[in-house]
């Protein structure tokens, strides 16, 4: 059974940093396909950021348009757990940040497809 479990999530001012952790457990294939997502009250849930690998092959990240050059997402494969580093953030960063997985990440990575596993969320919040 696959498990994911966010942390680091917290109050910031305008222009702050936070790092949010995921850590997998259960997610034990040699392929990752792993995503942060964000929702605020109100809105949508948006894709944030991607990491998928195959085998050892490099990681591969993709992001939206909104956190380019903000954003960074890395993984530890050896803690199987996947990191959201968040730099000069803005008060629309507000949200709850969902950790998911891909049941088949051999199959391709992307933030518009569905994934089937998710945590429980942690709370970002940016005060400008």
């Known amino acids: 059974q696959v498990q994911l479990v966010e942390s680091g999530g917290g109050s910031v001012q305008t222009g702050g940093s936070l790092r949010l952790s995921c850590a997998a457990s259960?997610?034990?294939?040699?392929?990752?396909?792993m995503a942060w997502f964000r929702q605020a009250p109100g809105k949508e849930r948006e894709g944030v950021a991607r990491?998928?690998?195959?085998?050892?092959?490099?990681?591969?990240?993709s992001y939206a348009d909104s956190v380019k050059g903000r954003f960074t997402i890395s993984q530890d494969n050896a803690e199987n757990t996947v990191y959201l580093q968040m730099n000069s953030l803005k008060p629309e960063d507000t949200a709850m940040y969902y950790c998911?997985?891909?049941?088949?990440?051999?199959?391709?990575?992307?933030?518009?497809?569905?994934?089937?596993?998710w945590g429980q969320g942690t709370q970002v919040t940016v005060s400008s």
């Open positions: 259960g997610y034990t294939y040699s392929s990752k396909c």
């Open positions: 990491i998928w690998n195959i085998g050892r092959i490099t990681d591969s990240q």
């Open positions: 998911a997985a891909d049941s088949t990440p051999w199959a391709g990575c992307s933030l518009s497809m569905g994934f089937e596993y």
